[in-house]
């Protein structure tokens, strides 16, 4: 099995080996990956961190090895964008992004010298409490919309609650109606918690959209750009035009996420 990471600052990843075909997904950089078929141009990989699968250039991995690959410190990049010393010259990093590679800020990725002398953000040690909940996601805010997305620069919906959870050192898997199948049901919205998530199915019901709880009558969530709406017990209606855009299916609740006696 062969691995590789990512050495851009977000890479895109594609539903087939060609740059017009859609965008599925991004690689923060930092993020390895197994190599699982490889042409002259693009590589298919498997994201080690959600098992995502996506076509990938060639020229934005290097080859790493299974030792590499695979360790996880859980620090992550906690500043919005962060410069670091690639081969001696500026690259930008962005929020989130998994510092596995790094001994004490240092990295050999490669061929390639990395130095971060940026925020180490421990997610195993996080408060998991209203106020780091809503200072990770208002990171996020505003950030346009983004099929596919996972930085600050554009996500999605189910990128976004993503990289918040992973912050509070909680894997979820990359698409809406997959996270949709973790954690407990949460019956009456009146019992939401800062940080539960709200799920939203389209005419068939499939899960199609997910969101945010700040409480139990705001959301936050990525449609059109990440923003703040009221929601009630049919679905979210849009804080600007008192439009409804979203009808409700089920909150879920993952036992680490917990209300504590913080109030904003």
């Not at 240092?106 to 002398?117: L, N």
């Not at 996270?179 to 939401?192: D, M, N, T």
């Not at 679905?235 to 439009?243: D, F, K, R, Y």
Request: contains cysteine.
């Amino acid at each position: 099995m062969e691995y590789a990471a990512c050495i851009v600052p977000v890479a895109p990843l594609y539903t087939a080996a060609q740059p017009t075909a859609e965008m599925c997904s991004q690689l923060l950089f930092g993020e390895t990956v197994t190599l699982l078929e490889t042409d002259t141009v693009f590589s298919k990989v498997r994201v080690l961190f959600d098992g995502y699968e996506g076509w990938c250039l060639n020229n934005q991995l290097v080859m790493v090895d299974a030792t590499q690959a695979n360790r996880r410190t859980h620090l992550l990049n906690g500043d919005l964008w962060r410069e670091i010393a690639f081969q001696g010259q500026p690259m930008q990093m962005p929020f989130g992004a998994p510092l596995d590679l790094f001994d004490h800020g240092k990295a050999q990725i490669g061929p390639y010298q990395v130095v971060y002398e940026g925020r180490f953000w421990n997610s195993t040690m996080a408060h998991e409490n209203k106020e780091t909940i809503r200072w990770v996601a208002e990171k996020y805010l505003n950030a346009p919309y983004l099929w596919g997305g996972r930085s600050p620069l554009g996500i999605d919906c189910s990128g976004f609650v993503q990289q918040v959870y992973r912050f509070m050192g909680i894997d979820l898997p990359r698409d809406a109606y997959q996270q949709a199948e973790k954690g407990e049901s949460i019956g009456f919205l009146q019992e939401a918690h800062c940080g539960d998530l709200a799920f939203f199915d389209d005419a068939e019901g499939r899960i199609v959209h997910v969101g945010l709880l700040l409480n139990d009558h705001q959301v936050m969530h990525a449609y059109g750009r990440v923003r703040i709406d009221n929601i009630d017990h049919q679905g979210i209606v849009n804080s600007e035009t008192g439009l409804r855009t979203h009808q409700l299916r089920i909150i879920k609740r993952l036992h680490k996420v917990i209300e504590t006696e913080y109030d904003l």
